[in-house]
């Protein structure tokens, strides 16, 4: 939604900028969509050296969130990490829109910690914009899909696929060639939104949906299946009463997304959110409702992890109350998103539904809930680079996988978007196995195991969790990316200081040798078993960490306390 | 069998109802699931082959769970060879291959791998016991213990990957970690249980191994004739896979006992000792339990000598004992005077007989088995204990056998 002074300006931009692109050219890959898979495949491509153009429905909505207003969480906050690690722009636009921010399960050990942000939603579209309409190499041009054109194989050209994407064709007949593609649509795909029990055809309310391209898919021999996922309703936060909610604050320090960042933007202004519940005559209302609403009616998957209210009150009726999570959407806005109550009752009773709720007696609702269905691709279809085994040149990120969340689109918008590229130029892919980072474990999973539910990313889900953490995301990816080419030079140059600086803290630490009693004197006390064990060593044991170590090594006081703190973490999980 | 699509060929042309008789239910063909009587004609000449019974399983209701057909037909040489090659000038119809419509079963998910290998256990059972175990296998007793341990290993994954993909603010319940916990120890408890019962399985598949030892002439070779004489058991010679050395295969009390051949009790080798005692002790060490045989009179003596001299004399044999593994049988105690002993003191009871052959270290080594003797006064009294590791008997005589074979079947069942 967008208000007053701000939006002129940023139309302002968007303007000047369309006028500025060429209106043809040749060009080497194009992303369709501009939602968080496309524009990190945009970046990414652009980054290989190829030249990318991305084709978006409206210039305004790139870098929209359509649902949640925050990033990261657990398991998703490591993903935003390895996007950044590989040159990505989700991290940035993160740590400077960033309204509050949360390390969650910090208690419980690094390899679960999940680093999660609010997000106020102009801040976001500006800064994605921003940084996306001067990308090195990325085109963007407002247009609608309307049809892929397919080169079919020759027989026995032995590349195993049914034929190459040679171009697009756009609603307005415009013939687009190109050699590499990579469709992003999100839920836009024949999208369908359900709202009690009307529904209508839209990718996101008040947005068409992409039809033509349903169609083309299928045509191509793709099955697509049907998936459901919904949002809540937004609220007016002049409307709330939060006295005597519960109220949670951000971080005091809170650790930025990307590796280039030494802070975020808004440490010293973060906003609170305020947690609620539902109540039993909340959930009575949705039972005598519940035929009313269709989305719930159908038999398609929706996601497990984000389920509707409806969801919620039939799978676990026992429970008297629901979480709820009032978060402001931004610092120039009144819109209040309530975490945990989406749903698709009819639009006339949600306000009523919502007035049940503590804090919400007064409640105004801005925009109603719904629930949307799109077709996605069964991801099987698609090998390690997320390009299709059918056809060739052409890749599949984000949504459209199956995948639900920001998060997961990025990741793979960015191996999509850094693959194409290679492929344009000819260059050998990138392939991230699942001892990489989860941006592997979640291509390895929906490529070998398909997408029955929507696809979230879980900690759970890696076997090599004690090694694959956030916090080091940058040493198991960027040198990757580097050769790759899809690392630029300033990422490479603070990533390389970054880890020498590291390296020589522990070659620092590991020369530090004492004896049990020599410990001991230095007060930490260990197994007196005549075992020597180095400072580096020591890092294991709970309550010794380099800050504890600087008394007797002097030399740690130099070092920046960041690295300092990666340190200490690399000592518990080696 | 038939296989089930090219049914309706071979129940036109090979299959005809019996003259004055209609298919049960009226119908055109035989009513599936009903045994009905038929006649099987030849396809091409129309002549009879066989008056026989019928009956066919519609899948999926059937051993494979495809269409099945059985005819049952008079077991003469002529009948069978007959009815194949009629069958054989059908089209597409081929012999199966061994074990084929139990594949079939097995790939159309009627039966799991625990149960096929029941199945083959069940055929290839030779004794009672290793006919019990294995159908209880082929009747999917093991394939749900093994569904047991999954279901309690997923939960208690699911519960564990709970708490780590939430967690803090979610509110998961009370107790999960310690729920998973203790589900995790009770499935590796089961699973330590299964993998203690000193290969009990493997050994009822196999057979149990045991071996005879003793001096020259305490009887090991009428102790041999005896297992192998009682009930005519003997199931099938084994040529062993060592040099020369020959196993005979038992059944004792249900159980598949194996006996390996130690020296003294084939009549035809050679008498070196050395070479024998060598013999000997590769077949106690490699046996699951041994017998060792000795004549009651000279172990009497032999002990009240031991008790007089206070020497301790040992054979190469008495090596050989182990305090678990070796049972014995004091044979020929038809020969001892049944006269009250001259001197009170002196041991006569097996047991006490037996802990005495017990080399110096074993014996002082505790065990509860021991602590159940019960030293009765009666010269030719057994105590009735369960743990009876040692009998008295006399093989010619047949005194004492019965009670020897049964206390060592008990012995064996409860390994």
Same mark, same amino acid.
């Given at each position: 939604?967008?208000?007053?002074?701000?939006?002129? /300006?940023?139309?302002?931009?968007?303007?000047?900028?369309?006028?500025?692109?060429?209106?043809?050219?040749?060009?080497?890959?194009?992303?369709?969509?501009?939602?968080?898979?496309?524009?990190?495949?945009?970046?990414?491509?652009?980054?290989?050296?190829?030249?990318?153009?991305?084709?978006?429905?409206?210039?305004?909505?790139?870098?929209?969130?359509?649902?949640?207003?925050?990033?990261?969480? *657990?398991?998703?906050?490591?993903?935003?990490?390895?996007?950044?690690?590989?040159?990505? *722009?989700?991290?940035?636009?993160?740590?400077?829109?960033?309204?509050?921010?949360?390390?969650?399960?910090?208690?419980?050990?690094?390899?679960?910690?999940?680093?999660?942000?609010?997000?106020?939603?102009?801040?976001?579209?500006?800064?994605?914009?921003?940084?996306?309409?001067?990308? !090195?190499?990325?085109?963007?041009?407002?247009?609608?899909?309307?049809?892929?054109?397919?080169?079919?194989?020759?027989?026995?050209?032995?590349?195993?696929?049914?034929?190459?994407?040679?171009?697009?064709?756009?609603?307005?007949?415009?013939?687009? !060639?190109?050699?590499?593609?990579?469709?992003?649509?999100?839920?836009?795909?024949?999208?369908?939104?359900?709202?009690?029990? @009307?529904?209508?055809?839209?990718? /996101?309310?008040?947005?068409?949906?992409?039809?033509?391209?349903?169609?083309?898919?299928?045509?191509?021999?793709?099955?697509?299946?049907?998936?459901?996922?919904?949002? !809540?309703?937004?609220?007016?936060?002049?409307?709330?009463?939060?006295?005597?909610?519960?109220?949670?604050?951000?971080? *005091?320090?809170?650790?930025?997304?990307?590796?280039?960042?030494?802070?975020?933007?808004?440490?010293?202004?973060?906003?609170?959110?305020?947690?609620?519940?539902?109540?039993?005559?909340?959930?009575?209302?949705? /039972?005598?409702?519940?035929?009313?609403?269709?989305?719930?009616?159908?038999?398609?998957?929706? !996601?497990?992890?984000?389920?509707?209210?409806?969801? @919620?009150?039939?799978?676990?009726?026992?429970?008297?109350?629901?979480?709820?999570?009032?978060?402001?959407?931004?610092?120039?806005?009144?819109?209040?998103?309530?975490?945990?109550?989406?749903?698709?009752?009819?639009?006339?009773?949600?306000?009523?539904?919502?007035?049940?709720?503590?804090?919400?007696?007064?409640?105004?609702?801005?925009?109603?809930?719904?629930?949307?269905?799109?077709?996605?691709?069964?991801? /099987?279809?698609?090998?390690?680079?997320?390009?299709?085994?059918?056809?060739?040149?052409?890749?599949?990120?984000?949504?459209?996988?199956?995948?639900?969340?920001?998060?997961?689109?990025?990741? %793979?918008?960015?191996?999509?978007?850094?693959?194409?590229?290679?492929?344009?130029?000819? @260059?050998?892919?990138?392939?991230?196995?699942r001892a990489d980072g989860f941006t592997g474990v979640m291509i390895d999973d929906l490529i070998v195991k398909g997408a029955e539910e929507p696809y979230r990313m879980f900690?759970?889900?890696?076997?090599?969790?004690?090694?694959?953490?956030?916090?080091?995301?940058?040493?198991?990816?960027t040198e990757k990316g580097r050769k790759a080419g899809a690392v630029s030079d300033e990422r490479w140059k603070t990533f390389e200081s970054a880890r020498s600086t590291m390296?020589?803290?522990?070659?620092?630490?590991? %020369?530090?040798?004492?004896?049990?009693?020599?410990?001991?004197?230095?007060?930490? %006390?260990?197994?007196?078993?005549?075992?020597?064990?180095?400072?580096?060593?020591?890092?294991?044991?709970?309550?010794?960490?380099?800050?504890?170590?600087?008394?007797?090594?002097?030399?740690?006081?130099?070092?920046?306390?960041?690295?300092?703190?990666?340190?200490?973490?690399?000592?518990?999980?080696? | 069998?038939?296989?089930?699509?090219?049914? =309706?060929? $071979?129940?036109?042309?090979?299959? #005809?109802?019996?003259?004055?008789?209609?298919?049960?239910?009226?119908?055109?063909?035989?009513?599936?699931?009903?045994?009905?009587?038929?006649?099987?004609?030849?396809?091409?000449?129309?002549?009879?082959?066989?008056?026989?019974?019928?009956?066919?399983?519609?899948?999926?209701?059937?051993?494979?769970?495809?269409?099945?057909?059985?005819?049952?037909?008079?077991?003469?040489?002529?009948?069978?060879?007959?009815?194949?090659?009629?069958?054989?000038?059908?089209?597409?119809?081929?012999?199966?291959?061994?074990?084929? $419509?139990?594949?079939?079963?097995?790939?159309?998910?009627?039966?799991?791998?625990?149960?096929?290998?029941?199945?083959?256990?069940?055929?290839?059972?030779?004794?009672?016991?290793?006919?019990?175990?294995?159908?209880?296998?082929?009747?999917?007793?093991? #394939?749900?213990?093994?569904?047991?341990?999954?279901?309690?290993?997923?939960?208690?994954?699911? #519960?564990?990957?709970?708490?780590?993909?939430?967690?803090?603010?979610?509110?998961?319940?009370?107790?999960?970690?310690?729920?998973?916990?203790? #589900?995790?120890?009770?499935?590796?408890?089961?699973?330590?249980?299964?993998?203690?019962?000193?290969?009990?399985?493997?050994?009822?598949? =196999?057979?149990?191994?045991?071996?005879?030892?003793?001096?020259?002439?305490?009887?090991?070779?009428?102790?041999?004739?005896?297992?192998?004489?009682?009930?005519?058991?003997?199931?099938?010679?084994?040529?062993?896979?060592?040099?020369?050395?020959?196993?005979?295969?038992?059944?004792?009390?249900?159980?598949?006992?194996?006996?390996?051949?130690?020296?003294?009790?084939?009549?035809?080798?050679?008498?070196?000792?050395?070479?024998?005692?060598?013999?000997?002790?590769?077949?106690?060490?490699?046996?699951?339990?041994?017998?060792?045989?000795?004549?009651?009179?000279?172990?009497?003596?032999?002990?009240?000598?031991?008790?007089?001299?206070?020497?301790?004399?040992?054979?190469?044999?008495?090596?050989?004992i182990s305090r678990d593994n070796t049972f014995f049988l004091f044979n020929k105690s038809d020969l001892v005077d049944s006269s009250p002993m001259p001197s009170p003191s002196?041991?006569?009871?097996?047991?006490?007989?037996?802990?005495?052959?017990?080399?110096?270290?074993?014996?002082?080594?505790?065990?509860?088995?021991?602590?159940?003797?019960?030293?009765?006064?009666?010269?030719?009294?057994?105590?009735?204990?369960?743990?009876?590791?040692?009998?008295?008997?006399?093989?010619?005589?047949?005194?004492?056998?019965?009670?020897?074979?049964?206390? $060592?079947?008990?012995?064996?069942?409860?390994?």
């Open positions: 939604m967008l208000r007053g002074l701000k939006n002129a /300006r940023i139309k302002g931009n968007l303007l000047r900028s369309a006028h500025s692109l060429p209106s043809s050219g040749h060009y080497d890959v194009c992303i369709i969509g501009g939602g968080h898979a496309g524009c990190e495949a945009a970046a990414a491509s652009a980054r290989t050296g190829a030249r990318t153009l991305l084709l978006t429905q409206k210039l305004e909505t790139i870098g929209e969130l359509s649902c949640n207003p925050s990033i990261g969480g *657990v398991g998703k906050g490591t993903l935003v990490r390895e996007i950044d690690a590989l040159d990505g *722009v989700m991290g940035r636009v993160a740590d400077k829109a960033g309204i509050q921010f949360q390390m969650l399960n910090r208690s419980k050990g690094a390899a679960v910690w999940g680093p999660r942000a609010q997000i106020d939603r102009v801040l976001y579209k500006k800064n994605m914009q921003n940084i996306l309409f001067s990308y !090195p190499g990325l085109s963007i041009k407002a247009a609608s899909v309307f049809d892929l054109v397919i080169e079919e194989s020759t027989p026995g050209s032995g590349s195993g696929s049914v034929g190459k994407v040679t171009g697009v064709k756009l609603d307005s007949g415009e013939l687009i !060639p190109c050699s590499q593609f990579v469709i992003c649509t999100g839920t836009f795909l024949s999208g369908e939104i359900h709202m009690g029990m @009307k529904r209508w055809p839209a990718g /996101r309310i008040g947005e068409a949906p992409s039809v033509g391209l349903s169609a083309s898919l299928a045509n191509a021999g793709f099955q697509l299946g049907r998936l459901q996922t919904g949002t !809540p309703a937004r609220l007016d936060g002049k409307t709330i009463n939060f006295d005597g909610l519960e109220r949670q604050d951000g971080d *005091v320090q809170p650790l930025p997304f990307s590796f280039l960042n030494r802070e975020v933007d808004n440490a010293n202004n973060q906003v609170a959110c305020f947690k609620t519940r539902t109540t039993l005559e909340t959930h009575r209302v949705v /039972r005598d409702n519940l035929h009313q609403c269709v989305h719930i009616q159908e038999t398609k998957k929706g !996601p497990r992890y984000c389920p509707s209210l409806e969801a @919620k009150i039939l799978r676990f009726g026992h429970k008297e109350s629901h979480n709820i999570w009032l978060e402001p959407e931004g610092y120039d806005s009144d819109v209040i998103y309530p975490n945990g109550i989406s749903c698709s009752l009819p639009e006339e009773l949600q306000e009523p539904m919502m007035r049940t709720i503590p804090g919400l007696e007064n409640v105004k609702m801005v925009k109603p809930a719904y629930g949307v269905e799109y077709d996605h691709i069964d991801p /099987r279809e698609l090998g390690p680079t997320l390009e299709t085994k059918r056809i060739q040149g052409l890749f599949l990120a984000g949504q459209i996988n199956g995948t639900t969340g920001y998060e997961e689109a990025g990741a %793979q918008g960015i191996v999509a978007g850094i693959n194409a590229g290679l492929a344009a130029l000819q @260059k050998p892919p990138l392939v991230l196995t900690t759970s889900r890696s076997e090599y969790r004690m090694t694959i953490r956030s916090d080091n995301a940058d040493l198991r990816l390296s020589t803290v522990i070659e620092l630490l590991k %020369q530090c040798n004492l004896s049990p009693q020599g410990w001991s004197a230095r007060g930490i %006390q260990v197994n007196k078993d005549g075992g020597w064990r180095d400072a580096f060593h020591m890092l294991r044991y709970p309550n010794v960490t380099t800050a504890a170590l600087q008394p007797f090594i002097p030399e740690l006081a130099q070092v920046d306390p960041q690295l300092l703190s990666r340190v200490d973490i690399e000592g518990v999980f080696l | 069998m038939v296989r089930g699509i090219l049914m =309706s060929i $071979f129940m036109e042309r090979v299959v #005809k109802r019996s003259p004055d008789m209609t298919w049960v239910g009226g119908l055109k063909g035989p009513t599936p699931w009903k045994l009905q009587r038929c006649r099987i004609v030849h396809p091409e000449s129309g002549e009879t082959i066989d008056d026989g019974l019928i009956v066919c399983f519609k899948g999926p209701k059937s051993f494979t769970s495809e269409d099945v057909v059985e005819l049952h037909v008079h077991s003469g040489r002529a009948v069978i060879s007959a009815a194949l090659s009629a069958l054989s000038k059908l089209p597409a119809f081929r012999p199966a291959e061994p074990g084929e $419509f139990t594949r079939r079963a097995y790939l159309n998910g009627r039966l799991d791998l625990t149960q096929v290998e029941g199945l083959k256990d069940l055929i290839d059972a030779e004794t009672e016991g290793q006919r019990k175990v294995a159908l209880r296998a082929a009747e999917g007793v093991t #394939k749900q213990k093994f569904d047991q341990l999954r279901a309690g290993i997923i939960s208690a994954l699911a #519960k564990v990957e709970a708490l780590i993909d939430f967690g803090e603010g979610e509110e998961i319940e009370e107790g999960v970690y310690e729920d998973a916990k203790s #589900k995790v120890q009770k499935v590796l408890d089961t699973i330590q249980g299964y993998l203690n019962d000193h290969r009990r399985g493997e050994l009822l598949r =196999s057979g149990i191994r045991l071996a005879i030892f003793g001096p020259p002439n305490a009887g090991k070779s009428s102790l041999l004739n005896f297992l192998a004489q009682r009930e005519a058991a003997i199931v099938t010679p084994i040529p062993g896979t060592t040099r020369d050395i020959l196993e005979l295969s038992l059944d004792i009390g249900g159980l598949p006992v194996i006996i390996a051949d130690t020296a003294g009790l084939r009549k035809t080798e050679d008498v070196v000792e050395k070479i024998g005692i060598e013999r000997a002790r590769n077949a106690v060490e490699s046996a699951d339990i041994s017998i060792c045989v000795l004549s009651f009179p000279e172990a009497v003596q032999q002990q009240q000598q031991r008790n007089d001299l206070g020497s301790e004399a040992s054979s190469h044999w008495q090596e050989l002196l041991p006569s009871d097996v047991e006490t007989l037996r802990l005495s052959l017990l080399s110096p270290e074993s014996q002082h080594e505790s065990s509860t088995a021991d602590l159940d003797l019960t030293i009765t006064p009666k010269l030719d009294a057994c105590p009735p204990a369960a743990t009876t590791k040692a009998w008295k008997a006399s093989l010619a005589t047949g005194d004492g056998a019965e009670e020897f074979l049964e206390g $060592f079947a008990e012995v064996l069942r409860k390994r």
